[in-house]
Nanobody, 114 residues
Framework: QVQLVESGGGLVQAGGSLRLSCTAS????????MGWFRQAPGKQREMVAI??????TNYADSVKGRFTISRDNTKTLNLQMNSLKTEDTAVYYC?????????WGQGTQVTVSS
């Protein structure tokens, strides 16, 4: 089992920055990938950024050049979000993939005002 807890969400003006963190506990070994997803009201959950166990990163086109995913081993996952836009408003979820099983955090709200 893996437990994930996100932090760092909040309210920010457009153009501002936020840094999200995800702290993992439990069986945090044999992790295949770690990532951030988001879900805006009335929309499906979508991938924001993923980092694999080899360090390869992948970003949604909408956040490339603005967001940066990073990790401290498998215990902490971060998402630095710069130049935020109103369309980035969503609940952001931490995601771990381990041995074919997916784990989710409870989510943290990010609201970007105009």
């Amino acid at each position: 089992q893996v437990q994930l807890v996100e932090s760092g969400g909040g309210l920010v003006q457009a153009g501002g920055s936020l840094r999200l963190s995800c702290t993992a506990s439990g069986s945090i070994f044999s992790i295949n990938s770690m990532g951030w997803f988001r879900q805006a009201p009335g929309k499906q959950r979508e991938m924001v950024a993923i980092i694999t166990n080899s360090g390869t990163t992948n970003y949604a086109d909408s956040v490339k050049g603005r967001f940066t995913i990073s990790r401290d081993n498998t215990k902490t996952l971060n998402l630095q979000m710069n130049s935020l836009k109103t369309e980035d408003t969503a609940v952001y979820y931490c995601n771990y993939l381990r041995l074919g099983r997916t784990y989710w955090g409870q989510g943290t709200q990010v609201t970007v005002s105009s």
